[in-house]
């Protein structure tokens, strides 16, 4: 666990603790049900993943955000994915996420390229996420 270097501040204890810890690789699972571990989604460079049972509301978390990043939602194990247009919704098959973050959910990771958690925070909408990459890439003053 990396304490210090390219990770954001923590702004929730609860969330907040897994910041500069690997992320893990759970096998997930599509709404077709083709099952593949999660690592092979998440592209070479920095990632955004929600872990959420509502995507939609995932998904509109991410608004203001670079069009690049690679962006996807994990379900819970109790929740089937759907289909969400182009964006990419799995279900974590064996709870993986779910005790990485001690039970706590509607949680938005940002992924470094080493697959370290360089911030997670609880979702919020109006461009609270595009504020927190501004912060991490140095675009803006911390508060």
Not at 27 to 42: H, I, M, N, Q
Not at 93 to 114: C, H, M, N, Q, W
Request: net charge negative; with cysteine; proline share 8%.
């Amino acid at each position: 666990v990396y304490s210090d270097g390219f990770l954001a501040a923590p702004e929730d204890d609860e969330v907040g603790a897994v910041i500069g810890s690997m992320f893990p690789q759970p096998l997930v699972e599509t709404a077709s049900g083709s099952r593949f571990p999660l690592d092979g989604k998440l592209g070479g460079g920095f990632c955004l993943v929600a872990y959420s049972a509502d995507p939609d509301r995932a998904f509109s978390c991410f608004e203001g955000l670079p069009p690049d990043l690679n962006r996807l939602c994990v379900t819970p194990t109790s929740v089937l994915p759907h289909f969400a247009g182009r964006l990419l919704v799995v279900r974590d098959v064996d709870s993986y996420l779910e005790t990485f973050v001690k039970g706590a959910r509607d949680i938005v990771f940002i992924i470094r390229p080493d697959r370290y958690v360089a911030d997670a925070v609880k979702m919020k909408l109006n461009g609270h996420m595009a504020t927190r990459w501004d912060l991490l890439m140095g675009r803006t003053a911390v508060p």
